[in-house]
């Protein structure tokens, strides 16, 4: 019996190992972070301590034979074997097959948010009024009016799908107690979340089960609530009714959620289309060069139509959909994607981006998960009295 623990155990370190000396390695795909900054060449000691850095990130974790089939094999284990996908997981896998965001980073777990189990404290609020309260008056100084928007996360409009196992603390949410500061503080936002719950009245899915972002519809909802508050500022917006544009489906929705677990191709979902029945006006505008501190390329339309304002939105990704709707209500819209808020850092406003458009208006939207972020610990010392 030794032996054969022995030999198994033997087999099961040098097979991988065996596997990459091969060339053997079936394409699964995993969508993961990668550390892929090794030295190519090894000229003096400072590629050397790079690399050590690299390794100690988990370069060659990432990189052992057969590791992406390894990783399927478990997730196949963990959630079809043993039903135990956790909020610990990149991924929660509930009942029929509805997909959530879970541990995205060391910053962010979704379902511990959801659940309200870590409310701000009085000096986290604070942080977070201060920097939106300076944005707005910056954006104020230069006579800017400034809009801020949050895009629910999957799992505040979609509750009933989380797993039964995890229920909520009954504590306030950090969503809640932040726009209720906001608010108290003169703030402008639009909380999305009451839109949301409206496209998902319709029964078309609002979000996608096997992604976290919204579908067009849920976009589409969204778009229109923002174009109504600023109906005020600009009277001659008004949103598209939806009975201007026809759906459809399509098979292949590539759900980034599954490949988070390498479990693509075993979550198949419809892409919801939306086709506007009379030809959107507005154009992308090609050529606009990328800035060394956006996250991802800038986009720019331009609409023929010089009565309608111009704006700048700073965005994630829950402002891709919304972008194509927003787009027919100026006459040039900067789409600008900062790196997001992490563990060390806010993200920035680009405020010379912004002086440089002078636009008239600016719509910073977040994600829920990222606007209800813990502040950096760094930033939050430096800003606690001495």
Request: charged share 20%.
């Amino acid at each position: 019996m030794a032996v054969l623990t022995s030999a198994v155990f033997i087999a099961a370190v040098c097979i991988p190992t065996a596997a990459k000396l091969l060339g053997i390695n079936p394409d699964v795909p995993l969508q993961e972070a990668l550390a892929d900054r090794m030295p190519k060449k090894f000229e003096h000691m400072g590629h050397v301590e790079t690399a050590a850095k690299e390794l100690r990130r988990g370069w060659l974790d990432q990189r052992f034979g057969l590791r992406r089939v390894l990783v399927r094999w478990q997730r196949l284990l963990d959630i079809k074997a043993l039903d135990s996908s956790t909020p610990w997981d990149p991924v929660l896998v509930s009942d029929g097959d509805w997909l959530f965001l879970a541990q995205e980073n060391q910053g962010i777990n979704v379902i511990m948010d959801w659940r309200a189990t870590r409310p701000f404290t009085r000096e986290e609020l604070a942080f977070w009024v201060g920097v939106y309260v300076q944005r707005r008056d910056w954006l104020a100084a230069q006579n800017i009016p400034y809009l801020l928007v949050v895009a629910p996360n999957k799992s505040t409009i979609y509750p009933e799908r989380v797993s039964h196992r995890f229920g909520r603390s009954g504590l306030p949410s950090r969503l809640d107690q932040l726009l209720e500061a906001l608010a108290v503080a003169g703030v402008d936002v639009v909380d999305l979340r009451r839109s949301q719950m409206e496209a998902k009245a319709t029964g078309r899915k609002a979000y996608y089960r096997s992604d976290s972002h919204w579908s067009p519809l849920g976009a589409y909802f969204g778009y229109a609530e923002v174009i109504l508050r600023l109906k005020d500022r600009f009277p001659q917006l008004s949103p598209a009714p939806l009975s201007d544009f026809s759906f459809s489906e399509a098979p292949g929705l590539p759900g980034g959620l599954a490949g988070m677990i390498a479990l693509g191709g075993m979550y198949p979902e419809n892409a919801l289309i939306m086709t506007p029945l009379t030809p959107r006006t507005a154009k992308v505008v090609e050529g606009e060069p990328a800035q060394i501190n956006h996250f991802q390329p800038l986009a720019v339309y331009t609409n023929d139509k010089p009565d309608l304002p111009r704006a700048v939105i700073v965005r994630d990704s829950f402002s891709h959909e919304m972008m194509p709707f927003l787009a027919e209500h100026f006459s040039r819209l900067v789409c600008l994607w900062p790196y997001p808020t992490n563990t060390v850092s806010v993200r920035s406003l680009m405020p010379e981006q912004i002086a440089a458009e002078k636009p008239d208006i600016v719509i910073e939207e977040f994600v829920e998960r990222y606007f209800i972020h813990i502040p950096p610990a760094n930033l939050l010392k430096a800003q606690a009295p001495q």
